[in-house]
Nanobody, 123 residues
Framework: VQLVESGGGLVQAGGSLRLSCAASGRTFSSYAMGWFRQAPGKEREFVAAFSWSAGNTYYADSVKGRFTISRDNAENMVYLQMNSLKPEDTAVYYC?????????????????WGQGTQVTVSS
């Protein structure tokens, strides 16, 4: 599976961005998908995930109520709608795919990663 993110950019605090992740491979629907982010000098952290079964979604506490993850299996796409952005949301955002679909908040669960897209939120 190859993953390519897009949609990052510079936005003012309170604004919105929609990140997209295009996935290759005919078995896309069998993977759980997640978004992580990494700010300068910090570890990569979990943001949101969408399980492959039952359509369950999971969010980090820091983004609950502001971010929404969704997927379109027909188009092999995963999205992250980010609203009410804050300066602390500034980071490189990564899309990831998990074949196992276990602990989706753990980066170790993921088998494939995109190259990342920069999101910068100005105050």
């Amino acid at each position: 599976v190859q993953l390519v993110e897009s949609g990052g950019g510079l936005v003012q605090a309170g604004g919105s961005l929609r990140l997209s992740c295009a996935a290759s491979g005919r078995t896309f629907s069998s993977y759980a998908m997640g978004w992580f982010r990494q700010a300068p000098g910090k570890e990569r952290e979990f943001v949101a995930a969408f399980s492959w079964s039952a359509g369950n979604t999971y969010y980090a506490d820091s983004v609950k109520g502001r971010f929404t993850i969704s997927r379109d299996n027909a188009e092999n796409m995963v999205y992250l709608q980010m609203n009410s952005l804050k300066p602390e949301d500034t980071a490189v955002y990564y899309c990831a795919a998990s074949a196992g679909g276990g602990r989706l908040a753990s980066r170790r669960e993921y088998d494939y990663w995109g190259q990342g897209t920069q999101v910068t939120v100005s105050s």
